[in-house]
T-cell receptor, first 113, second 113 residues
């Protein structure tokens, strides 16, 4: 089956630093990937749509200059949280998939101190 | 806008009792429907999915769900709950075509001895 990986699975950083999260489709190519964020005890909310070779599309209320997305190849999308603050602490999940279904990565837990 | 509704935020059942988690979708055409389970601190695990055909779908861990177009519902059921089923359950849909997945707000299941 289709597998999506994320790295790292867990990261702790200091306030003001930047953190990069990788999302890879391991056995298929994905022209489109999605990034979701999940705050504690809440559901998953779409942050942005990552398009290979073009700019990402951000959902309303998501700061594109703070959450930089790069989709440089058909198997890799990266999310960089710039100048992270404690309120950015969350669970970040990516997905990639086929025409009917998205496959989700295992998630990255970000803690900003 | 496309939305998924899970009316029950929290459900408590006794071990061995039956379970039904409710889900309603708003997408006009027949969407692709999913149920995921998430244990604390973990990623998503796909329980089952509905694309077309038989409206009663079987999933992993003894779960099943029934698609009812007339009620715009996709309720999840299990005849006998085990203590290990305690988790958060998310209903989700996508219109397909490599588009995003929309999640419901989730239902937290508590299982008591």
């Amino acid at each position: 089956g289709a597998v999506v990986s994320q790295h790292p699975s867990r990261v702790i950083c200091k306030s003001g630093t930047s953190v990069k999260i990788e999302c890879r489709s391991l056995d298929f190519q994905a022209t489109t990937m999605f990034w979701y964020r999940q705050f504690p005890k809440q559901s998953l909310m779409l942050m942005a749509t990552s398009n290979e070779g073009s700019k990402a599309t951000y959902e309303q209320g998501v700061e594109k200059d703070k959450f930089l997305i790069n989709h440089a190849s058909l198997t890799l999308s990266t999310l960089t949280v710039t100048s992270a603050h404690p309120e950015d602490s969350s669970f970040y999940i990516c997905s990639a998939g086929g025409p009917n279904e998205q496959f989700f990565g295992p998630g990255t837990r970000l803690t900003v101190l | 806008a496309q939305s998924v509704t899970q009316p029950d935020i929290h459900i408590t059942v006794s071990e061995g009792a039956s379970l039904e988690l409710r889900c309603n979708y708003s997408y006009g055409a027949t969407p692709y429907l999913f149920w995921y389970v998430q244990s604390p601190g973990q990623g998503l695990q796909l329980l089952l999915k509905y694309f077309s055909g038989d409206t009663l779908v079987q999933g992993i861990k003894g779960f099943e769900a029934e698609f009812k177009r007339s009620q715009s519902s996709f309720n999840l059921r299990k005849p006998s709950v085990h203590w290990s089923d305690a988790a958060e359950y998310f209903c989700a849909d996508t219109p397909g075509g490599y588009q995003k997945v929309t999640f419901g707000t989730g239902t937290k299941l508590q299982v008591i001895p």
